[in-house]
């Protein structure tokens, strides 16, 4: 029984036969795409589980392909990156990549972050009741991984709702970059500075859905962030 559907996209068919055979060994089913207008036909068409996109694609570069994407799903992305530049992997992490992998790589480094990204997007099946959060006019379902603000349902990526549901769980308590990278199961080097990143997201999305009730994510600085309620006066 296949673990997933993956799709992975590079226009190096040396990589994309590589990494295809360590995914396959691991049980996960591989779809293939060559350059980004592919990547994107194939996406809708076949509804992959997690994609891993590189960033330099013919036709229509990663970063565009990632950007349409999210229009319209919420599908965990791997972004490969030839690039040593903060600012790229910064970008992609921006529009809504999950994590991101610097070529070159060990196949067996992007087979644990698919593991990884995959565990954070698919919500633990338990026999308790799932947990909701409610402040103001944010309510978050953490059995359907779904968070509303004012009625109208946040599009988060896996990552983004993890850091959400967390600051909600410890509403006015200041969390740091270290205790939000130990509850999404991560901690390697470089990684924390990509935590500002899907807050800064989180703020955005946050902002573009309430009407004052909501709630606010506080940076405090040199420690971390708190989530707090907020309150028309």
Known sequence: MSKGKILVVDDEQKIVSTVR???EREGYHVLEAND???????SQQEQPDLIVLDLMLPEIDGLE???QIRRSSDVPIIMLTARQEDAD??????????DYVTKPFSPRELVARVKVVLRRAR???THTTPSRLVLGELSLDEGRFEAT?????????????????ALARN??????RAQLLDILGESYEGYERTIDVHVKNLRRKLASASTGKGCNITTVH????????????
């Open 89 to 98: 992997k910064l970008i992609g992490l921006e529009l809504g990549a999950d």
């Open 171 to 176: 509403t006015g308590r200041v969390l740091s």
């Open 222 to 233: 040199g420690v971390g962030y708190k989530l707090q309620e907020l309150h028309n006066d």
């Open 65 to 67: 392909v990632c950007r």
């Open 149 to 165: 603000c004012h009625g109208q349902l946040l599009s988060l990526t896996a990552t983004e709702f993890r850091i959400l549901a």
């Open 36 to 42: 980004g207008r592919q990547a994107l036909e194939i």
């Open 21 to 23: 055979a360590y995914l």
């Open 123 to 125: 919500p633990v099946q």
